[in-house]
């Protein structure tokens, strides 16, 4: 079977850089928050090599000589082995930039033999880095690029993402009244990019995705010119399939989830993906309209979202002004999707008895 790699680098990922990027002294040591338990997670749980790539600019030379290198390197190297982090193979490039040797970091001369080699998956390997050199060294290995710091990017993220996978899925339908397409990333950052041809509902779908903290791209062209009604109630059976394939087999989630005051409202949404489709709904709106969107479709977007999703929804709302109430109930169902699909990595099974959801 092929072995994927972790190309992971050093300074400013598995330990903290300081300001003048050279750590020739035990006194500049200090590992990186999460790197450690982390890394001691992957290697006990997962099938990846470990290979470290590093430049050290300069190595060997007056500016940075061997002997005050070595003792803190092999110091790092040992202390990780006391938690179970094995490095198969570590690669230091003692270049400085303006060589531009192609050993340094992000060109790929140290690490040829991982190439177009059988025993390898480069498809399905990483670099783990915290600069853009590091996710260059990716493109040009072929391969993935996990970067601390990015869009808050940590070390538990990281091997949660490498432990339990990506949860992203696309899902597309057409029918004679509607043309929705959905790209859903539950682990994301609150990237929405949304169109429906109705500005309210669009408004109330991004709530779904900022406070959420998922990245959700949806496209729907509906007949809107017959009315409003497909374009929403086939939007929450597609937003409500993507909830269901992203989450997959539910190992790790927290399953349940909000309570909520937006000004004059508070609004609950009571959550549980245990399989079993059902909505409460406790709310009631004086107003036939809120923008462009009727105030009788809500109910059945939520009704839609909880069959496709198979999730129970329980959803209270009081208050008086409408337009509140109703952004209220889709904020606090943000919420608490997000707190229902937080998933634990050190707890990885069912949160349920019964063996299955």
């Given at each position: 079977?092929?072995?994927?790699?972790?190309?992971?680098?050093?300074?400013?990922?598995?330990?903290?850089?300081?300001?003048?990027?050279?750590?020739?002294?035990?006194?500049?040591?200090?590992?990186?928050?999460?790197?450690?338990?982390?890394?001691?997670f992957i290697a006990k749980n997962l099938d990846f090599e470990l290979v470290?790539?590093?430049?050290?600019?300069?190595?060997?030379?007056?500016?940075?000589?061997?002997?005050?290198?070595?003792p803190v390197h092999n110091f790092i190297l040992q202390t990780l082995e006391g938690e179970g982090i094995h490095f198969d193979a570590i690669h230091i490039d003692p270049h400085f930039p303006e060589?531009?040797?192609?050993?340094?970091k992000p060109g790929i001369g140290m690490l040829t033999d991982y190439i177009d080699n059988d025993d390898y998956d480069?498809?399905?390997?990483?670099?783990?880095?915290?600069?853009?050199?590091?996710?260059?060294?990716?493109?040009?290995?072929?391969?993935?690029?996990?970067i601390l710091g990015e869009n808050g990017l940590t070390w538990d993220k990281?091997?949660?993402?490498?432990?339990?996978?990506?949860?992203?899925?696309?899902?597309?339908?057409?029918?004679?009244?509607?043309?929705i397409s959905i790209e859903l990333n539950l682990d994301g950052h609150g990237h929405c990019d949304i169109s429906t041809g109705l500005g309210f509902f669009d408004h109330m779908l991004e709530q779904i995705g900022k406070h959420g903290m998922m990245d959700l791209r949806l496209r729907c062209q509906g007949d809107l010119?017959?009315?409003?009604?497909?374009?929403?109630?086939?939007?929450?059976?597609?937003?409500?399939?993507?909830?269901?394939?992203?989450?997959?087999?539910?190992?790790?989630?927290?399953?349940?989830?909000?309570?909520?005051?937006?000004?004059?409202?508070?609004?609950?949404?009571?959550?549980?993906?245990?399989?079993?489709?059902?909505?409460?709904?406790?709310?009631?709106?004086?107003?036939?309209?809120?923008?462009?969107v009727p105030t009788e479709m809500f109910f059945h977007f939520f009704k839609s979202l909880s069959d496709a999703a198979q999730m129970?929804?329980?959803?209270?709302?009081?208050?008086?002004?409408?337009?509140?109430?109703i952004e209220g109930v889709f904020k606090a169902l943000a919420r608490s999707l997000k707190m229902a699909v937080r998933r634990d990595v050190q707890h990885f099974e069912l949160p349920s008895t019964k063996g299955m959801l």
């Open positions: 079977m092929k072995k994927s790699i972790l190309f992971i680098d050093r300074d400013g990922t598995i330990i903290n850089e300081p300001a003048d990027e050279q750590i020739d002294s035990f006194e500049k040591l200090s590992f990186r928050k999460g790197a450690i338990t982390n890394l001691s470290m790539v590093s430049n050290q600019d300069g190595l060997g030379t007056a500016s940075f000589p061997e002997d005050t290198f070595w060589d531009n040797h192609p050993y340094r480069i498809d399905h390997s990483w670099v783990i880095g915290d600069r853009e050199t590091d996710r260059q060294l990716a493109a040009n290995l072929g391969c993935g690029a996990l990281i091997s949660e993402l490498l432990f339990a996978g990506e949860r992203k899925v696309e899902v597309s339908r057409k029918t004679k009244e509607t043309d010119h017959v009315d409003e009604h497909h374009t929403i109630e086939d939007t929450a059976i597609v937003l409500g399939e993507c909830l269901r394939k992203a989450l997959g087999d539910k190992r790790g989630i927290e399953r349940y989830g909000y309570c909520l005051p937006m000004d004059d409202c508070l609004c609950t949404v009571a959550m549980d993906f245990g399989g079993r489709p059902w909505l409460v709904w406790d709310c009631e709106f004086k107003r036939e309209r809120i923008g462009d129970n929804l329980n959803i209270k709302a009081e208050g008086t002004n409408e337009h509140h109430k």
